[in-house]
């Protein structure tokens, strides 16, 4: 299969979580040879400022970054964007009427995933900021998919695994991510949205079995390959 469109993803939010989003584009693309993969236009730009704190703590707000980056990506050549962030998500279903090319959302890709996965619902694991927004909630709501939200003493704990995985501290970020995600799921044995592109590398050194996870970041990689290729492929 050849790629039709060029994808423009605009990281760094974090670094981390955004080379491992191009490890999925190459591992789920239909390619036998270098040609046949897609081609990407990646802009990595971690001094964006914090997300979480722009909603929190009345941090700067990030729009403007957002949209410059955006705007970039499409003036060197991208037909279709992605941003492997999710709080950053808050931010852009506000200025959506502004980028310049249609936007693959991530938020939407992740919950069409879980409504395929686990239709009895899924816990939500996510930024303090994702959270307050009620940004998955309100997507969740329109598409039909029950979240589970983790109380506030296990959110301050999945935050500090997000920051442990910013840090580049990820074995210790999974060593807290399975106590807390083993507490969550004795009070309701459904399976987790990541919903923050950091906590699948917290997840990975969790050693717990795969299926028990919805990768945001893995559900917009399959997205976007989708519609690079063709609307109707399906790497699974």
Known sequence: MIPKKTLGVLGGMGPAASAEFMVLLTRFAPASCDQEHPKVILLSWPQIPDRTKAILSGGEDPSAYLLEGLNKLAAWGADV???PCNTAHYFIDKIKDQIPRPLIHIVESTLEQAKQKSPSGAWLIATKGTIRTGLYQRYANQMGVKL??????????IQSCIE?????DSQAAGRALREILSSLQKKND???IAACTEIPLAFEATGLEDDLMISSLEALAVKCISVIYSDVYNPY
């Open 81 to 83: 964007l992605a941003v």
């Open 164 to 168: 442990l995985v910013k840090k580049n």
């Open 148 to 157: 589970l939200l983790p109380d506030s003493e296990e959110q301050d704990k």
């Open 190 to 192: 459904v399976p987790f």
